[in-house]
């Protein structure tokens, strides 16, 4: 799986848009890009997913540059309980065989009120 | 819908004692992870279950460590003869394995204190 590098902290103002951004540089044409998040000791939870074109739930937005070599995750309106470590995970899909998952430093959100 | 569950949340237990680590998965989800996470350091995969292939053990740290995964659904997680450093979360997920992804859905994790 390709490497990804993220800031290690950020902060935000509650209610404001949270822009997380990762690169990929490496990134292969079948590799996805995924976003995991850490709340303080709960399990991670899954975000949201991509593979070239932007995508969009209820949870937050991802923008994947043309080229594929970064993504910007969006939370459009940041609450207190979206403070998490954020990881941006590229990887490739399923292939029959043990898929685990690998997490980087992350992102370390704060959201401020 | 129901999330992967995981029980108990927090498990205490004395050096040299059985534990075992229990984890419903989400219906119908075909693959199931077992990981663990010691305080402040990243998810270290332990063993994965996809179907009624042969588990893939790769990560099991010793031989104290076993899992199985009864009817294609639930899995217990058996640590034999706890040693302090098995202290640690414990965290199940679980996937549907498609054709292009794999989304893993992680569970709350046990959390096990060996003293």
């Known amino acids: 799986d390709a490497k990804t590098t993220q800031p290690p902290s950020m902060d935000c103002a509650e209610g404001r848009a949270a822009n997380l951004p990762c690169n990929h540089s490496t990134i292969s044409g079948n590799e996805y890009v995924y976003w995991y998040r850490q709340i303080h000791s709960q399990g991670p939870q899954y975000i949201i997913h991509g593979l070239k074109n932007n995508e969009t739930n209820e949870m937050a937005s991802l923008i994947i540059t043309e080229d594929r070599k970064s993504s910007t995750l969006i939370l459009p309106h940041a609450t207190l309980r979206d403070t998490a470590v954020y990881y941006c995970i590229v990887r490739v899909g399923t292939s029959g065989s043990a898929r685990q998952l690998t997490f980087g430093s992350g992102t370390q959100l704060t959201v401020l009120p | 819908g129901a999330g992967v569950s995981q029980s108990p949340s927090n498990k205490v237990t004395e050096k040299g004692k059985d534990v075992e680590l229990r984890c419903d998965p989400i219906?119908?989800?075909?693959?199931l992870y077992w990981y663990r996470q010691s305080l402040g350091q990243g998810l270290e995969f332990l063993i994965y279950?996809?179907?009624?292939?042969?588990?893939?053990k790769s990560g099991l740290p010793s031989d104290r460590f076993s899992a199985e995964r009864t009817g294609g659904s639930v899995s217990t997680l058996t640590i034999q003869r706890t040693q302090q450093e098995d202290s640690a979360v414990y965290l199940c997920?679980?996937?549907?394995?498609?054709?292009?992804?794999?989304?893993?859905?992680f569970g709350p994790g046990t959390r096990l204190t060996v003293l």
């Open positions: 279950f996809q179907g009624n292939s042969a588990p893939d």
């Open positions: 219906s119908g989800h075909t693959a």
């Open positions: 997920a679980s996937s549907s394995e498609g054709w292009a992804t794999d989304t893993q859905y």
